[in-house]
C-alpha cells in the first residue's frame, strides 16, 4: 500500500522557471490538499479537492495552480518560479464527508515532501 | 495573523518524564484538533485527536487536554523515549475542508 506518493522529491528551478509536483494516492481519498512549510511559518494550505473536478483555494494560493482530473492524481503547478516559493511541499490526503467534515478519521494522510529550491 | 499559536519552538526532555507541547487558538469557532508528529525528511504523520465536545482524549502515552474557555490545548506524552525525537505540530479545523496548523514545536527527548 503506497500511500500517498511524491514526485519529484528535490527540484532546484530559477526564477520564471515552471514546474509541477506531482502527487498520487491510492487510498480511494475523495480529499486531497497541497501545503508548503516554510521556518516559522507551520504548514500552510495551498491548494486542495473534494473531489474529481473540484478544486478551491486555500490560505496561500497565488503562483498555485491545481487541478483534480481524476481521484487519484493531484498535481501542483508553479507556472513562473519565484525564490518565495523555496519551501518543502507536503501533498496530503483524507476522507471526506458528504456534510463537509474531515472529522471521521481526524487524519490527514501525507506524502513524504518535495524540497524545491527557487535561485 | 497566526489562529493556532506553539509559541515553544523548541523542547528538551528526560527520557521517562512528562514531555508537554502547548498550543493556543484565536478562533473560538475551531471544534475539532489534531497532534501531528514530523521526523525529518518525513511527512507529518497523524498522532491523536479531540473534539471541542471532549475536554480529554488519551491514547496509549498520548493525552491531549482541551481547556475551551482558555482557547488552549496541551499534549503529554508519559513516559517520554527517545524514538518520540520529532516536530509536533496542532491543528484546528477551521471550517469546511481547512486545517489550520501552528509552526511546531521541536521535541528531543535525551537518553
Known amino acids: 500500500n503506497a500511500g500517498v506518493t511524491q514526485t519529484p522529491k528535490f527540484q532546484v528551478l530559477k526564477t520564471g522557471q515552471s514546474m509541477t509536483l506531482q502527487c498520487a494516492q491510492d487510498?480511494?481519498?475523495?480529499?486531497m490538499s497541497w501545503y508548503r512549510q516554510d521556518p516559522g511559518m507551520g504548514l500552510r494550505l495551498i491548494h486542495y479537492?473534494?473531489?474529481?473536478?473540484?478544486?478551491d483555494q486555500g490560505e496561500v494560493p497565488n503562483g498555485y495552480n491545481v487541478s483534480r482530473s481524476t481521484t487519484e492524481d493531484f498535481p501542483l503547478r508553479l507556472l513562473s518560479a519565484a525564490p518565495s516559493q523555496t519551501s518543502v511541499y507536503f501533498c496530503?490526503?483524507?476522507?471526506?464527508?458528504?456534510?463537509?467534515?474531515?472529522?471521521?478519521?481526524?487524519?490527514?494522510?501525507f506524502g513524504e515532501g518535495s524540497r524545491l529550491t527557487v535561485l | 495573523d497566526q489562529q493556532v499559536k506553539q509559541n515553544s519552538p523548541s523542547l528538551s526532555v528526560q527520557e521517562g518524564r512528562i514531555s508537554i507541547l502547548n498550543c493556543d487558538y484565536t478562533?473560538?469557532?475551531?471544534?475539532?484538533f489534531l497532534w501531528y508528529k514530523k521526523y525529518p525528511a518525513e511527512g507529518p504523520t497523524f498522532l491523536i485527536s479531540?473534539?471541542?465536545?471532549?475536554d480529554k482524549n488519551e491514547d496509549g502515552r498520548f493525552t491531549v487536554f482541551l481547556n475551551k474557555s482558555a482557547k488552549h490545548l496541551s499534549l503529554h506524552i508519559v513516559p517520554s523515549q527517545p524514538g518520540d525525537s520529532a516536530v509536533y505540530f496542532c491543528?484546528?479545523?477551521?471550517?469546511?475542508?481547512?486545517?489550520?496548523f501552528g509552526t511546531g514545536t521541536r521535541l528531543k527527548v535525551l537518553a
Open positions: 496530503a490526503s483524507s476522507y471526506a464527508l458528504a456534510g463537509g467534515s474531515l472529522t471521521n478519521t481526524g487524519e490527514l494522510f
Open positions: 487510498m480511494n481519498h475523495e480529499y
Open positions: 479537492s473534494v473531489g474529481a473536478g473540484i478544486t
Open positions: 478562533n473560538s469557532m475551531f471544534d475539532y
Open positions: 479531540i473534539s471541542s465536545i471532549k
Open positions: 491543528a484546528a479545523e477551521s471550517g469546511t475542508y481547512k486545517y489550520i
